[in-house]
Nanobody, 115 residues
Framework: QVQLVESGGGLVQPGGSLELSCLFS????????MGWYRQAPGKQREHVAT???????DYASSVKGRFTISRDDAKNRLYLQMTSLKPEDTAVYYC?????????WGQGTQVTVSS
């Protein structure tokens, strides 16, 4: 089993920054890839960013250049640094991990971008 716990969400003004963190624990060996997804009210959950192996990353076009995903295995943490936030970034953000053949989700953390 793998447990994922997100933190760092909150209310931020447009143009602001926020960093999300995901603490992972349990059977963490061979957890790969890891990523972030989000779900806005009335919309389907969508991919935000993924990190594979030592550092290969992939981003949704809507966040490319504004968001940065990183992973620190020494701290058992996955991060999502978000800058230049827009109201359309408002959503519940979920941490996701794969450890073949299973996948795991955190409980989500709310990010609200509003003035």
């Amino acid at each position: 089993q793998v447990q994922l716990v997100e933190s760092g969400g909150g209310l931020v003004q447009p143009g602001g920054s926020l960093e999300l963190s995901c603490l992972f624990s349990g059977s963490i060996s061979s957890i790969n890839p890891m990523g972030w997804y989000r779900q806005a009210p009335g919309k389907q959950r969508e991919h935000v960013a993924t990190i594979i192996g030592a550092g290969t990353t992939d981003y949704a076009s809507s966040v490319k250049g504004r968001f940065t995903i990183s992973r620190d295995d020494a701290k058992n943490r996955l991060y999502l640094q978000m800058t230049s936030l827009k109201p359309e970034d408002t959503a519940v953000y979920y941490c996701h991990a794969e450890r073949y053949p299973m996948e795991y989700w955190g409980q989500g953390t709310q990010v609200t971008v509003s003035s």
